[in-house]
Nanobody
């Protein structure tokens, strides 16, 4: 079965860190474009960080630049999102995605292309 399974969400205080993991099964992540998205209550899903399928281009949303890092471990077939210096406005459900194209600016394309989505993991930043 081809799927993405996420882990690593939770509740942290402002300034804290979390690492999200997204393990792929049934396909090799290294051959796909990948990305992390988030959706806060009442808001549209937005791209946080995306990497193209050739791994030659990485995008970060302006508000997370310098704080978040996307990475992959091909031996574990897993992608990660390291999140440091977390802020209350980072609170959202975070989703990983993999597809032939993963445009951070238009996540609906991933669904339209029948790409893969993780189940989502809650990140809450609050004091």
């Amino acid at each position: 079965q081809m799927q993405l399974v996420e882990s690593g969400g939770g509740a942290v205080e402002p300034g804290g860190s979390l690492r999200l993991s997204c393990a792929a099964s049934g396909f090799r992540l290294e051959y796909y474009a990948i990305g992390w998205f988030r959706q806060a209550p009442g808001k549209e899903r937005e791209g946080v960080s995306c990497v193209n399928s050739h791994n030659t281009s990485t995008y970060y949303k302006d508000s997370v630049k310098g704080r978040f890092t996307i990475s992959t471990d091909n031996t574990k077939n897993t992608m990660y999102l390291q999140m440091n210096s977390l802020r209350p406005e980072d609170t959202a459900v975070y989703y990983c995605a993999a597809s032939h194209r993963v445009p951070c600016g238009n996540p609906k394309i991933i669904t339209r292309d029948r790409g893969f989505w993780g189940q989502g993991t809650q990140v809450t930043v609050s004091s």
